[in-house]
């Protein structure tokens, strides 16, 4: 409302007939309806995805209808997202970063990038898949497999471990992808199970022996195709061209290492919020809904993640995670996947 010393001032001799009076009143209602106006707003979020597209956009329509809520994506690769954090600081327009696996999260929190996320959503999904320094959370994941093409090998032929594809009797018979996040993480659990030096090893001889290649769908394509027999790959890629091909159709199929081979590490899709999201308050109920029984149903039905709420069931995954026999190292002990760059360039791979 206007103030009443204000008013006077601007008019100090004005007459207060009906005519002034009507005009204070509009005047005055003009006043308080503006800050009226403004808090009713739709609240907003902006998510900086890295995910495969379909899952996440899913939860976030049922949220928009559940909430009001309106969000909007900024899709991109891990990597460039978190720099793009790291670029924009404290004026980024980033409220949740959604990342396909973890070791972008990690740089940002060793940045000081990431605000804690609150107990409640931690406690709704395993330790072993998030931050234990509440930085990031755990939100779906998928396993390492071995791919192979039935026509080519048998099952039972398949190596013990992926440490067996530095032998030279797999030479010319395996694909990877050198530049994939999911290997980088890979390469660190080969050096958390056999120590750095023995890493170094293996990796020189995947370097001499595999075929690399450029993306992960390629590989799978390939090995169905016969180009080349084997691949160490994520069993979420098999899902993906099984879902767009039909399973029954496919030559490639997939076989779990276990017995906690680095070859079967589970790798993490995980969320964090800046440090300077604009909207953090709204991000953290937005996490909370992510983790909720409702939002992890809605990625088992959409991803070819398996959702790491207890209980959830996949209506994709292969097989569960309790049956895996996977390995013991966790994305937190993973970190920035930096280990596994120095160790590439160390033979040469980048």
Not at 136 to 162: C, D, K
Not at 210 to 236: C, F, Q
Request: aromatic share 8%; proline share 6%.
């Amino acid at each position: 409302m206007m103030n009443e010393n204000l008013s006077m001032s601007l008019f100090p001799r004005f007459i207060c007939n009906k005519a002034t009076l009507l005009s204070f009143a509009v005047l005055s209602s003009f006043s308080v309806s503006l800050p009226v106006a403004m808090a009713t707003e739709p609240a907003a979020l902006t998510i900086y995805n890295s995910q495969d597209k379909g899952p996440v956009e899913a939860v976030a329509a049922a949220y928009e209808k559940k909430t009001g809520v309106k969000i909007t994506f900024r899709d991109n690769g891990a990597p460039a997202l978190a720099q793009q954090i790291i670029a924009e600081g404290k004026k980024t327009p980033a409220d949740i970063f959604y990342a396909e696996y973890t070791s972008a999260l990690v740089s940002l929190s060793n940045k000081g990038l990431l605000a804690d996320i609150p107990a409640g959503s931690f406690q709704q999904i395993p330790a072993q898949y998030s931050d234990n320094q509440h930085k990031w959370l755990g939100i779906t994941a998928r396993s390492f497999v071995i791919m192979y093409n039935q026509t080519m090998i048998h099952e039972e032929q398949l190596p013990h471990s992926v440490m067996d594809f530095a032998k030279p009797e797999w030479q010319g018979k395996f694909a990877y992808n050198p530049r994939a996040a999911a290997f980088l993480e890979m390469i660190v659990a080969v050096e958390k199970t056999v120590g750095y030096d023995a890493a170094k090893n293996w990796l020189a001889g995947i370097k001499k022996n595999g075929k690399a290649y450029p993306t992960n769908t390629a590989m799978v394509l390939d090995v169905d195709r016969g180009e080349v027999a084997t691949a160490i790959n994520g069993d979420n890629y098999w899902l993906a061209v099984a879902k767009d091909k039909g399973a029954d159709k496919l030559n490639v199929k997939v076989h779990y290492v276990g017995h906690q081979d680095p070859g079967a590490l589970i790798t993490v899709s995980g969320v964090g919020i800046p440090e300077y999201a604009p909207h953090r308050a709204e991000a953290e109920k937005f996490v909370a809904y992510l983790v909720s029984p409702e939002g992890q149903n809605i990625l088992a039905q959409a991803a070819g993640d398996t959702p790491l709420r207890p209980g959830i069931i996949s209506a994709v995954a292969l097989k569960p995670f309790d049956k895996l026999d996977a390995s013991p190292v966790t994305s937190a002990q993973i970190g920035d996947a930096s280990d596994a760059l120095q160790l590439e360039k160390a033979v040469g791979l980048n």
